[in-house]
């Protein structure tokens, strides 16, 4: 008997477990749910209400919902992580939505720096001494900070990963 195999084509809500895995390679809710606490400290409780899906080779989308057959849908929810390489990599889109509530490997630009970043430059940043890999990168706003996107720390050097058509060109305004 054959295993089934992932479809590029159709959306396959992800297992419980890894236990409950059918398609190999796939991820599973709870690895997920894992891999936001560990990395970001997001607590599970968070994502409560929602339901992960895979569409493709290791693209999971975030649903708040149910939904019964999203197989015939082109989308459902939001593009959330990339599982299927040697790294699992956020999107911006879930980073700008859940990265307020990252306790760790989050960085704060000053309004110089986030203008750099927002517009898809890479900077040195020798003086970041947290965790390598993929970080949270947000600025200061009013009374608060705001989760800008994804940020790749390599070598003293941050790296804007902010997708082409969301870049964008930001005044710096002293204050």
Do not use: C
């Not at 057959?69 to 082109?74: A, L």
């Not at 200061?140 to 902010?162: H, I, N, T």
């Amino acid at each position: 008997m054959s295993r089934p195999t992932n479809d590029g084509q159709r959306f396959d809500r992800l297992p419980e477990t890894p236990a409950d895995r059918e398609v190999e390679g796939r991820a599973s809710r709870r690895e997920v749910l894992d891999w936001w606490e560990e990395r970001f400290g997001i607590q599970p409780a968070t994502f409560d209400g929602y339901t992960f899906w895979e569409k493709g080779a290791g693209k999971v989308w975030v649903f708040n919902g149910e939904a019964t057959d999203p197989s015939r849908v082109e989308a459902i929810g939001m593009t959330f992580l990339r599982t299927r390489q040697d790294h699992w990599k956020p999107t911006t889109r879930a980073v700008q939505r859940f990265g307020e509530l990252a306790t760790r490997n989050v960085i704060e630009l000053d309004p110089e720096r986030a203008s750099r970043f927002a517009a898809g430059e890479d900077q040195e940043l020798p003086e970041w001494d947290g965790d390598w890999g993929y970080l949270v990168v947000s600025h200061a706003v009013a009374d608060g900070s705001a989760p800008m996107g994804v940020g790749l720390y390599l070598y003293d050097e941050l790296r804007s990963v902010v997708p082409k058509g969301s870049r964008a060109e930001l005044s710096v305004v002293e204050r």
